[in-house]
T-cell receptor, first 112, second 116 residues
Framework: ETGVTQSPTHLIKTRGQQVTLRCSSQSGHNTVSWYQQALGQGPQFIFQYYREEENGRGNFPPRFSGLQFPNYSSELNVNALELDDSALYLC???????????FGPGTRLLVL | AQTVTQSQPEMSVQEAETVTLSCTYDTSESNYYLFWYKQPPSRQMILVIRQEAYKQQNATENRFSVNFQKAAKSFSLKISDSQLGDTAMYFCAFMIANFGNEKLTFGTGTRLTIIP
């Protein structure tokens, strides 16, 4: 166990809908990153938040957005869901002074 | 852009044997970190071992060790005395040591099966 939790564990949505995924960081960690892992692939970086501000983003469209709260928990929001958004979404937290990211168990999203 | 290549999609080995997983990467950066993560069927990505690029000494963690060849941009993972619990997907990952750019770039993974 890494101390990083995510909710929900599984989610089914239909194309065009919106979804919000949640992540609770490990205690003492002020940086959170989100990754998308398609089936059979390695995780792809979506974005990173540090002290409530986005400070890094991968090649994902603006309909992927996020928030980080004062307690360093985080949300990933995806609008206008597409079939290709079906994936495992992982969040990872770390202390800003350290390099190791600790992952949560992920949320499995299925878009029909 | 950084890339990470894992050329072995699947491997299997008998319990108690030693296995080596390969990873190569490409970058023009000089200061970075390399990681091996394990992802069992439970899905949670677990850190196995990490290596700082500025350190010449290879990292070790109990039965896990790496062979870091910076000039060759190679970072292999050796698992000694393999156990059934080592069965998992193994991902090699790279991260630049630069504030605001600390994203992990992953390879496509190696599925390792330990045979009883």
């Amino acid at each position: 166990e890494t101390g990083v939790t995510q909710s929900p564990t599984h989610l089914i949505k239909t194309r065009g809908q919106q979804v919000t995924l949640r992540c609770s960081s490990q205690s003492g960690h002020n940086t959170v990153s989100w990754y998308q892992q398609a089936l059979g692939q390695g995780p792809q970086f979506i974005f990173q938040y540090y002290r409530e501000e986005e400070n890094g983003r991968g090649n994902f469209p603006p309909r992927f957005s996020g928030l980080q709260f004062p307690n360093y928990s985080s949300e990933l929001n995806v609008n206008a869901l597409e079939l290709d958004d079906s994936a495992l979404y992982l969040c990872a937290s770390r202390a800003g002074t350290e390099e190791t990211q600790y992952f949560g168990p992920g949320t499995r999203l299925l878009v029909l | 852009a950084q890339t990470v290549t894992q050329s072995q999609p699947e491997m299997s080995v008998q319990e108690a044997e030693t296995v080596t997983l390969s990873c190569t990467y490409d970058t023009s950066e000089s200061n970075y970190y390399l990681f091996w993560y394990k992802q069992p069927p439970s899905r949670q990505m677990i850190l196995v071992i990490r290596q700082e690029a500025y350190k010449q000494q290879n990292a070790t963690e109990n039965r896990f060790s790496v062979n870091f060849q910076k000039a060759a941009k190679s970072f292999s993972l050796k698992i000694s005395d393999s156990q059934l619990g080592d069965t998992a997907m193994y991902f090699c990952a790279f991260m630049i040591a630069n504030f605001g750019n600390e994203k992990l770039t992953f390879g496509t993974g190696t599925r390792l099966t330990i045979i009883p």
